[in-house]
T-cell receptor, first 113, second 114 residues
Framework: QQQVKQSPQSLIVQKGGISIINCAYE??????FPWYQQFPGKGPALLIA?????SEKKEGRFTISFNKSAKQFSLHIMDSQPGDSATYFC????????????FGTGTRLTIIP | GAVVSQHPSWVICKSGTSVKIECRSL??????MFWYRQFPKQSLMLMAT?????????EQGVEKDKFLINHASLTLSTLTVTSAHPEDSSFYIC??????????FGPGTRLTVL
């Protein structure tokens, strides 16, 4: 019940296209859903996060869509750029982020020219 | 703001020796810090939760006597890998929880045990 399932494992998108990564969770106590971006040999960096009181949150080219009834959330990267090539992790936590994070398995995104 | 540093960024040691890794929150105080390890092409695995002034809480399967965690101040937590062996070689990452409950991650420490 603590798992967060992430797909796809890897993704190749053409420059300028939309990258979409999906996550699903089972624990209904989760109420904080962040996305992290990680470059090789570096620590993860917070991209964007959402709480279940909204269905969508947008920050620049990054958008989180959240479906509470389906227990799913996704990251959309608009106008994808080669610099977006990285590994992306979704995560979930309870108590509004005050509990430990449960991470997805990661998606390796490659943006090709 | 919300910068977390780790030292060293990489370390190579001989089997049987101990290695200490420091995690610092540079511009904020963190009552809670977390330690993760990450194997190549895998996700982050939480090892322990560290609260300032109290004993760390270890995840199931993590040996507390092997991975010693100390959180002596609101800006510093240390992880000591005792009697390191080649199977302990990994990428160790810490995070610190900010006042907004966001976890800010350090840049990681690459440990190689020969």
């Amino acid at each position: 019940q603590q798992q967060v399932k992430q797909s796809p494992q890897s993704l190749i998108v053409q420059k300028g296209g939309i990258s979409i990564i999906n996550c699903a969770y089972e624990n209904t106590a989760f109420d904080y859903f962040p996305w992290y971006q990680q470059f090789p040999g570096k620590g993860p960096a917070l991209l964007i996060a959402i709480r279940p009181d909204v269905s969508e949150k947008k920050e620049g080219r990054f958008t989180i869509s959240f479906n509470k009834s389906a227990k799913q959330f996704s990251l959309h990267i608009m106008d994808s750029q080669p610099g977006d090539s990285a590994t992306y992790f979704c995560a979930a936590s309870g108590n509004f982020g005050n509990e430990k994070l449960t991470f997805g398995t990661g998606t390796r995104l490659t943006i090709i020219p | 703001g919300a910068v977390v540093s780790q030292h060293p960024s990489w370390v190579i040691c001989k089997s049987g020796t101990s290695v200490k890794i420091e995690c610092r929150s540079l511009d904020f105080q963190a009552t809670t810090m977390f330690w993760y390890r990450q194997f190549p092409k895998q996700s982050l695995m939480l090892m322990a939760t560290s609260n300032e002034g109290s004993k760390a809480t270890y995840e199931q399967g993590v040996e507390k006597d092997k991975f010693l965690i100390n959180h002596a101040s609101l800006t510093l937590s240390t992880l000591t890998v005792t009697s390191a062996h080649p199977e302990d070689s990994s990428f160790y990452i810490c995070s610190a929880r900010g006042a907004d409950d966001t976890q800010y991650f350090g840049p990681g420490t690459r440990l190689t045990v020969l």
